[in-house]
């Protein structure tokens, strides 16, 4: 069944650390995106990518790093974490005519 | 940038009641997407309308596109606890891939 994937759900780590949040998808899309939003609140895009070896920062400015080395997977990079950064981060992959299918989330708190 | 604004924010009301959610525009859409988020995950993508009048339905919601594509609005007939979440409409056409995405509106149906 196609879908999108993300890992882990939920994290909880130190100030400093590096971390990876995983995204995957098997619906073959080209473009992919990572979101930032607050609970309840607006979606804020923060990179986004049109195929392989393609990616642009959002809208909203942010300190993470993405790499689009296959068309499925789309992984972002905090080099390192600080409380600031405490969101959920939402990945997306996109159709040709622009409907955004989501993943889960992950639920990102530093401390 | 263009602006997508949802109104209202926050809708409070009693299983059974009818609701409408705006979401208006200055500028002219290739299509527009409503979506509908629960807590802690990702937004579902309900429907996608193109073409400008365009109506669809979707059980008891009912979406439309306005004439000129700048606005679009998503009614609920009889409303359900079920139908408690956050309504996001994303716009898209005009940045290549990307969606312009409203602030929201927070339903919540009580029993």
């Known amino acids: 069944e196609a879908d999108i994937y993300q890992t882990p759900r939920y994290l909880v780590i130190g100030t400093g650390k590096k971390i990876t949040l995983e995204c995957s998808q098997t619906?073959?899309?080209?473009?992919m995106y990572w979101y930032q939003q607050d609970p309840g609140m607006e979606l804020h895009l923060i990179h986004y990518?049109?195929?392989?070896?393609?990616?642009e920062k959002g809208d909203l400015s942010s300190e993470s790093t993405v790499s689009r080395i296959r068309t499925e997977h789309f992984p972002l990079t905090l080099e390192s974490a600080r409380p600031s950064h405490t969101s959920q981060y939402l990945c997306?992959?996109?159709?040709?005519?622009?409907?955004?299918?989501f993943g889960p989330g992950t639920r990102l708190t530093v401390t | 940038t263009q602006l997508l604004e949802q109104s209202p924010q926050f809708l409070s009301i009693q299983e059974g009641e009818n609701l409408t959610v705006y979401c208006n525009s200055s500028?002219?859409?290739?299509?527009l997407q409503w979506y509908r988020q629960e807590p802690g995950e990702g937004p579902v993508l309900l429907v996608t309308?193109?073409?400008?009048?365009e109506v669809k339905k979707l059980k008891r919601l009912t979406f439309q596109f306005g004439d000129a594509r700048k606005d679009s609005s998503l009614h609920i007939t009889a409303a359900q606890p079920g139908d408690t979440g956050l309504y996001l409409c994303?716009?898209?056409?005009?940045?290549?891939?990307?969606?312009?995405f409203g602030q929201g509106t927070i339903l919540t149906v009580h029993p």
């Open positions: 997306a992959s996109g159709t040709v005519f622009d409907e955004q299918y």
């Open positions: 619906m073959g899309h080209d473009k």
């Open positions: 990518s049109y195929g392989v070896n393609s990616t």
């Open positions: 500028s002219v859409f290739s299509s």
């Open positions: 309308v193109v073409t400008g009048g």
């Open positions: 994303g716009a898209g056409g005009t940045s290549y891939g990307k969606l312009t």
